[in-house]
């Protein structure tokens, strides 16, 4: 079925002209003599564009682009305009209209100009299917977990989100604290607009100024053209501010100017520049040990936790682990062209008494490796790691079993080779040794 196409016009022999040449192109057509029958077309028949005549029995064509674009804003309209009547033309545009032709003068610019409404329609269509898509990959119900303390940081940033306020996440690395930063920026007035991510720690103290605030060129060796900073590129949106802890302490002071006056000053110039950027900030460090210790501004650090949500580290809500290993499962699962089908309570259990100094981020990993090790559509324990097969969340062997090393590598390494089928490199890729080590190893016992 092509794309729909609804004509609206009194004069039927017209209408019925126009409708055939449409046709002919692909397109289905259906038509209306009035203004009347024309809206419960629109409603019924949904097309992507409407051709419209200016003069109908019950109401004007120019008054009825401004009704058909707010009962289907993705719907276009081009109006039919008699004797090439220029202000109707100009009023239907400002309206709403995507065009304007003359009727019997123009027909030949119909079907491109069909084209090209249809085009549009189309683009913005999938352009809302991704923002839409967009906004269910970064909402708050996408946020897993039912233990207490991750639905209470659930809840605040929930409500932080409506406002325009600083927020600072803290919890250990992996803990998902960029994901957090996503969903308070998609579920705010600002998220049509920018979101930035930019990780403190990664640049040295220069190079985070020229980042962040941009530079004018010959502002320093290497400055070859003016550049625009992060602040410049998020404005009217976010900008997330991972590791602010590491941030050098002098840079600090031009960050604290920004929150306050929402201006800085670029590298090599001397005139501020305005933005208007919300701040979402994240550490892994405990901000007020760095200030006893001299290292952070205590003005800073209370500008900056206005709101500040904390999230807790996985060995805290063991009970969430199970929901983050289905949904790993099924991610994976789908890139490999595999179903997890069963996953024994035992593979469950291991992953609760591990210590996850990784946090998500390390059980994402090890989700990802058991894919690969597992056998079938089961998950086992024997598809984790060797020290989470047989240790505690301290890390020991459980129940203080004695274990051979040698035996237990030689299995283990057996039974990487016959899951990768005997290859080498993908073997020594997955047991994160060299090649020539594993060519070492298979020699030493006899594999």
């Known amino acids: 079925m092509g794309n729909r196409i609804l004509i609206i016009d009194d004069e039927v022999q017209l209408r019925g002209l126009l409708s055939r040449i449409i046709s002919l192109e692909g397109y289905e057509v259906v038509e209306a003599g009035d203004c009347r029958t024309g809206l419960k077309q629109l409603e019924s028949f949904a097309p992507e564009v409407v051709l419209c005549d200016v003069r109908l029995p019950d109401g004007n064509g120019v008054e009825m682009v401004e009704k058909i674009r707010q009962a289907a804003p993705q719907t276009e309209v081009i109006l039919l305009t008699a004797y090439g009547n220029i202000p109707d033309g100009v009023q239907a545009i400002k309206n709403g209209a995507f065009d304007y032709i003359t009727k019997g003068d123009d027909n030949n610019k119909i079907l491109p100009l069909l084209s090209r409404a249809v085009e549009k329609v189309e683009m913005s269509r999938r352009l809302a299917q ?10 708050f119900d996408t946020v897993l977990g039912n233990s207490p303390a991750i639905r209470e940081a659930i809840e605040l940033a929930r409500k932080v989100a409506a406002t325009d306020a600083t927020v600072l996440v803290t919890g250990e690395t992996g ?46 060796t290497g400055a070859v053209k003016d550049k625009k900073g992060l602040f410049e590129e998020a404005s009217g949106g976010t900008i997330f501010l991972d590791e602010i802890g590491e941030m050098a302490f002098d840079l600090q002071a031009k960050l604290l100017r920004v929150i306050e006056s929402g201006e800085f000053i670029k590298v090599g110039e001397t005139r501020p520049t305005k933005v208007d950027v919300r701040i979402v900030a994240a550490t892994n460090r405990d901000l007020k040990q760095e200030i006893a210790e001299g290292r952070f501004r205590e003005d800073l650090y209370y500008r900056l936790s206005v709101f500040r949500i904390h999230l807790p580290p996985l060995r805290e809500r063991p009970e969430d682990i199970e929901a983050y290993v289905r949904m790993f499962a099924g991610r994976f699962g789908m890139k490999m062209g595999r179903r997890v089908e069963y996953i024994e309570p035992e593979y469950l259990e291991r992953l609760r008494l591990h210590g996850w100094p990784g946090n998500v981020r390390e059980l994402r990993n090890v989700v990802e490796r058991s894919l690969i090790m597992a056998e079938g559509t089961v998950l086992r324990a024997a598809d984790l790691p060797l020290e989470m097969q047989r240790s505690d969340a301290s890390g020991r062997p459980a129940g203080g079993e004695a274990l051979d090393l040698a035996s237990v ?39």
Not at 197 to 211: P, Y
């Open 130 to 139: 991704l923002e839409k898509q967009v906004g269910e990959k970064f909402s």
């Open 175 to 220: 803990t998902g604290k960029e994901v957090f930063a996503q969903a308070i920026h998609q579920n705010s007035a600002r998220a049509k607009r920018s979101f930035v991510a930019v990780n403190c720690s990664a640049f040295s103290k220069e190079l985070l100024e020229s980042e962040l605030f941009g530079h004018r060129a010959g502002a320093f």
């Open 409 to 447: 590598e030689r299995e283990h390494i057996a039974r990487v080779l016959r899951r990768t089928g005997g290859n080498k490199t993908r073997t020594a890729a997955l047991l994160g040794i060299g090649l020539t080590t594993l060519y070492r190893k298979i020699e030493e016992y006899g594999l």
